[in-house]
């Protein structure tokens, strides 16, 4: 079954630990991308990767980082973690070459940060 | 930054009624597309109309786009209590699959028995 994962889907962490949330497809899409959500605010892109080892800032990159060595895994890190990152987090793909453009989202992982 | 605005926030129905929601965005776009969210839960895919189409259809779902206004609408006809869910119109524009989409806020229905 063609699917995005996410875990952990919920995490409680304190202020300042390092935590990382993974993501990984099985559509071999060159495209991904972390978005977080807030009430009021929407989806807010948070960085995205074109391909392996290519990644660039969204709107609201600040506090986070990500990677993308594998084609099917891009994980978000938070290296010190603040209450305002408290958040609903989801992961994305699409393909490219199908030329259909239509992003496949995670279930989403729902942290407090506290 | 936010691109598409969903118009209205909330939305409430009885099953069988029709549901409209607004999308009005201020760019230029290769595409727009749907998207449904039941609650706390990842988004779905609906539909994508491409800058050159003024009207699609898919099931129960009807897209139009207005590129002169700027805006697109969602029709969902005879809906059912399984549509209540956020909706978030997207745009797209960029002319290569590797651009990234914006999404407005949503509009949330809520479609009683």
């Known amino acids: 079954e063609a699917q995005v994962t996410q875990n952990p889907r919920y995490l409680i962490t304190v202020t300042g630990k390092k935590l990382t949330v993974t993501c990984s497809q099985n559509m071999n899409h060159e495209y991904m991308s972390w978005y977080r959500q807030d009430p009021g605010l929407g989806l807010r892109q948070i960085y995205y990767s074109m391909n392996v080892e290519v990644t660039d800032k969204g709107d609201v990159p600040e506090g986070y980082k990500v990677s993308r060595k594998e084609k099917r895994n891009f994980p978000l890190i938070l290296e010190s973690p603040s209450p305002n990152q408290t958040s609903l987090y989801f992961c994305?793909?699409?393909?490219?070459?199908?030329?259909?453009?239509?992003?496949?989202f995670g279930p989403g992982t729902r942290l407090t940060v506290t | 930054s936010q691109q598409g605005e969903e118009d209205p926030q909330a939305l409430s129905i009885q099953e069988g009624e029709n549901a409209t929601m607004n999308c009005s965005y201020k760019?230029?776009?290769?595409?727009l597309q749907w998207y449904r969210q039941n609650s706390g839960r990842g988004l779905v895919h609906l539909i994508l109309?491409?800058?050159?189409?003024r009207e699609k259809h898919s099931g129960r779902l009807r897209v139009t786009l207005d590129t002169s206004k700027k805006s697109s609408s969602l029709l969902i006809t005879a809906s059912r209590a399984a549509d209540t869910a956020s909706y978030f119109c997207a745009t797209d524009g960029g002319n290569s699959g590797y651009s990234t989409l914006t999404f407005g806020k949503g509009t949330m229905l809520l479609v009683s028995p």
């Open positions: 109309i491409r800058s050159n189409e």
């Open positions: 994305a793909s699409k393909g490219i070459r199908t030329r259909h453009y239509e992003q496949y």
């Open positions: 760019t230029s776009i290769n595409n």
